[in-house]
């Protein structure tokens, strides 16, 4: 059973009333984000960016659905790069209600698969917070390896912060 699927517009509304809930829970680990942004117009602009950034090859936004195909996260390919570098970087939360339950490493798992073999990608990068150790647990049941530290790398709480870099290289891949 497949436990992301690509984001619809319909999706704005449930991922507002996500993203209210789980606010606190996911700010440690977030950008500030504006009081638009918590709201169904504010994510319906946002999943409207993200298709159009789809149809032009450069990100494929998915949603993380529960059993009963409820929306219950976003797992995010972002930065798609062709040519020689046929590479991506990762981004994923799943809400407090679920979480610790493996439905992140489940869905990082799946869209691994799809950047490799649907995508042809040949390698996914992901970072996190150096405090992140359940995100970092996600990314290393899922083969990825750690590679360094970046410091300063991005603005997450309003504050210039280090992430661990990792990545995955497709298994099997040769150069060619």
């Known amino acids: 059973m497949k436990i992301t699927r690509l984001i619809t517009l319909r999706d704005a509304p449930a991922l507002a009333e996500l993203l209210h809930v789980n606010r606190d829970f996911l700010a440690p680990w977030e950008p500030i984000r504006s009081e638009d ?45 062709r040519g020689p570098f046929q590479s991506c970087a990762m981004g994923y939360w799943v809400s407090a209600s679920h979480n610790g339950r493996g439905v992140a490493t489940k869905a990082v798992r799946e869209i691994v ?12 990068q992901a970072e996190t917070l150096l405090h992140n150790v359940r995100s970092q647990r996600v990314l290393e049941r899922n083969g990825f390896v750690r590679y360094g ?28």
């Open 37 to 81: 942004y918590f709201t169904a117009d504010g994510q319906h602009a946002v999943v409207r960016a993200d298709l159009q950034q789809h149809e032009q090859g450069s990100k494929l936004p998915h949603v993380i659905l529960d059993d009963s195909g409820g929306v219950i996260g976003r797992i995010t390919l972002n930065g798609i790069v």
């Open 113 to 124: 698969r799809v950047a490799f073999e649907e995508l042809g990608l040949h390698r996914v």
């Open 149 to 176: 530290m970046a410091p300063d790398y991005l603005n997450i709480a309003g504050r210039w912060q280090d992430h661990i870099m990792y990545q995955l290289v497709k298994p099997s891949s040769a150069a060619g």
